[in-house]
């Protein structure tokens, strides 16, 4: 059976699963457990089981409530855990909770830039704006979320197997920002066949097969009769 963001996971504490499904889900009193379980989440490298989403949900609409609660960093957090989401619903769930103001913040702004690469697949640009040149000493968006890198390139390769039938080593290095020899270890770990040319096969499923398309115009008689009798008169 398939899961979706809002089945428990299975490192929600039942302390966290009181609180979300009875009378105090709201109370402002309790934002600083379902912050401190946030903290648990970004420090939870399994992209499997380290995001919350009612949980967070939750904890934004305390905020929303209660602006003089607002806490910038774990709405950070938050949306950063629901951009490599399997679910692409959630980072905009999360967005709707929160004021213009609040969007008006720079790294939360940098953060819907980064969601438009990722819809974009522009994923190059992705990893640029994330970590910036070499240089940079300014702090990353993504700071303090571990497996973030590794939850990413795990939303990236689904696209990759989504999108194509065969692709260049090189293009995937690029789309997933490792060097060939990583990219080859992947290709062995998913059992991608690469050839001497540098292309990998991907498997086909219903996504990347290529489909016939027919199309088909549906023509009133009235509407056949009016035709015929114009090109009668050319």
């Known amino acids: 059976m398939a899961t979706t963001s809002f089945d428990r996971p299975s490192t929600r504490p039942d302390e966290i699963h009181a609180l979300l499904t009875g009378v105090e889900r709201y109370n402002p009193q309790k934002a600083g457990v379902l912050e401190d379980y946030l903290e648990r989440q970004c420090a939870n490298s399994d992209p499997l089981s380290n995001h919350d989403l009612m949980a967070n ?52 702004g940098k953060l819907l830039v980064l969601r438009d690469y990722l819809e974009g697949a522009q994923f190059d640009k992705f990893w640029k704006e994330i970590y910036g040149a070499e240089d940079d000493d300014e702090g990353s968006v993504v700071d303090d979320i571990a497996g973030f890198d590794s939850g990413l390139r795990r939303l990236i390769i689904g696209e990759i197997t989504s999108t194509y039938q065969t692709v260049a080593v090189k293009a995937v290095e690029t789309m997933v920002s490792l060097n060939e020899e990583a990219v080859l270890r992947l290709c062995k770990e998913y059992n991608w066949p690469v050839d001497g040319n540098g292309i990998i096969t991907l498997p086909l499923k219903s996504e990347n097969k290529a489909k016939n398309t027919v199309i088909k115009e549906n023509v009133k008689f009235e509407q056949l009769t009016k035709i015929i009798s114009a090109a009668n008169g050319i």
Request: charged share 20%; hydrophobic share 50%.
């Open 57 to 108: 949900l939750a904890l934004l609409k305390m905020y929303q409530f209660n602006p003089d609660l607002v806490n910038l960093d774990a709405i950070r957090c938050i949306l950063v855990k629901a951009l490599i989401s399997q679910s692409q619903s959630d980072f905009n769930l999360c967005l709707y909770l929160l004021s213009d103001d609040i969007c008006k913040d720079a790294s939360i």
